[in-house]
């Protein structure tokens, strides 16, 4: 973990951003103090375009057979 001034972030807020884009963490400091922490955002979600595209391609599910292979699958008696 690396840390910048809020000088240094001020600055060249663009590289630093980079940094934090490519998996880094960084703490911001003022006077020598950490005040605050960079760090990458999480997976973002999917787009409705992207659901719906993925969800034309699911197969058609059988729910019988589904039943039968569950049934087959686990023991009924726990």
């Given at each position: ?7 240094e972030?001020?600055?060249d ?40 595209r ?25």
């Open positions: 973990m690396d840390t910048v001034s809020v000088r972030l001020r600055n807020a663009g590289s630093v951003l980079d940094r934090v884009a490519r998996g880094e963490v960084v703490v911001v400091t003022r006077d020598g103090a950490e005040v605050a922490e960079l760090h990458p955002r999480g997976h973002r979600g999917l787009t409705g375009a992207e659901v719906l993925r969800w034309r391609a699911v197969p058609p599910v059988d729910p019988d057979r589904l039943l039968r292979d569950i049934d087959e699958a686990v023991d009924q008696t726990l």
